[in-house]
């Protein structure tokens, strides 16, 4: 426990292939709420739980680099992939909290969906006595009314450990450095990777759907079309 308030620091995990303005509006707004002295993207290496990224890593890494710059409180953090082999997040965790101390305030963001299959996670409970969880809301994950889970919306060994976890207030995780679970009421955008690499396969339009950068990006290096 804190006695004063310690800024957060946000650590945003994902395969980001590619990133997309779901990610970045999310990642705003808790910027905002939470109060966070800094958001850390952290591209996975190779994810454990899913099929392997399409984009290579170098092309994930550069997309999410284009589409943060110039928000000064976003920040590109290579630790997984320059660790290279299957990405934990536990890991990372316990890296930075060895790097930033132990009264550092860190909270991992994750969507709905993700954080619905935690249960999964290499050696998830871990992660409670490292960080916070801050959850976004998503389209069609409904996980919780009040700050609380909504019944039957979480597997059940994952419910028990997030019981006492819930807190309905973001000022109240500056004063600890782990373990609490906050949702934040993002604004609900029907985005996601899966969505763009299948249109940028079918020779549809991404434009607004991701940055700019990230568009030219897709067009210049032709990713996504051809699904593998
Ligand atoms: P894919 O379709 O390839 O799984 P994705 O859009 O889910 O891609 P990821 O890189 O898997 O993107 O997601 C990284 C993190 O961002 C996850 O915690 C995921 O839940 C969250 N996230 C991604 N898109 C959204 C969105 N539109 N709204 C809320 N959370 C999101
Ligand atoms: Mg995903």
């Not at 392997?52 to 953090?77: K, Q, T, W, Y």
């Not at 690499?197 to 990713?223: F, H, Q």
Request: charged share 25%.
């Amino acid at each position: 426990m804190n006695d004063f308030p310690v800024p957060p620091i946000g650590v945003f995990g994902g395969t980001f292939d590619p990133v997309h303005y779901g990610h970045l509006r999310i990642a705003e707004e808790i910027a905002e709420l939470a109060g966070l002295k800094e958001m850390r993207f952290v591209p996975a290496g190779i994810p454990r739980l899913r099929r392997g990224p399409e984009a290579s890593l170098e092309h994930r890494v550069e997309m999410v680099r284009l589409a943060i710059e110039g928000n000064s409180r976003f920040i590109l953090d290579e630790r997984e992939v320059i660790r290279g082999g299957v990405s934990y997040s536990v890991d990372t965790l316990r890296e930075l909290r060895q790097e930033l101390g132990k009264d550092a305030v860190l909270c991992l963001v994750t969507g709905a969906d993700a954080f619905i299959r935690l249960a999964k996670w290499h050696r998830w409970r871990e992660l409670f006595d490292l960080c916070h969880f801050i959850i976004a809301a998503r389209p069609g994950h409904l996980l919780s009314t009040e700050g609380r889970a909504s019944p039957g919306a979480l597997p059940q060994e994952l419910e028990a450990e997030c019981r006492d976890r819930w807190t309905s207030s973001a000022e109240s995780l500056k004063y600890a450095s782990g373990g609490l679970i906050f949702t934040a009421q993002t604004t609900l955008l029907d985005i996601s990777a899966t969505a763009v690499r299948a249109r940028v396969a079918l020779g549809k339009s991404v434009r607004y759907l991701v940055p700019e950068d990230t568009r030219d990006y897709i067009a210049a290096n032709d990713l996504y079309r051809e699904q593998r």
